[in-house]
């Protein structure tokens, strides 16, 4: 599975967009939380692991909402695994 693409609304929303940086532990305003941040991670992917009634419940979406964040996330995901490659394929050539 890969890692989950968390996306918070500023709303109820939930509509496509934001451009915004990803969530990174140093970024955090309030960095005594990143032990409870990785919980909720961990509690994520577990839960994205259920069927996808269960999904679209915790989400408080729609079935066809939860499959579109699903493969939105799976495309982020690819997205960051390829820019990884190309870093460490970068860093590879300069060594």
Do not use: H, T
């Not at 693409?5 to 500023?10: E, M, R």
């Not at 919980?39 to 269960?54: D, F, K, Q, S």
């Amino acid at each position: 599975m890969p890692a989950p693409l968390i996306l918070l609304p500023p709303s109820e929303g939930k509509a496509d967009g934001g451009d915004g940086p990803g969530w990174a532990d140093a970024d955090q305003s309030f960095p005594g939380l990143a032990d409870q941040r990785r919980e909720v991670i961990r509690a994520l992917v577990e839960a994205m692991g259920l069927p996808a009634e269960a999904r679209s419940k915790l989400l408080g979406v729609g079935a066809a909402r939860a499959e579109e964040a699903m493969a939105a996330a799976e495309e982020a995901a690819r997205a960051a695994a390829e820019q990884a490659a190309r870093v460490e394929s970068a860093k590879a050539k300069a060594a």
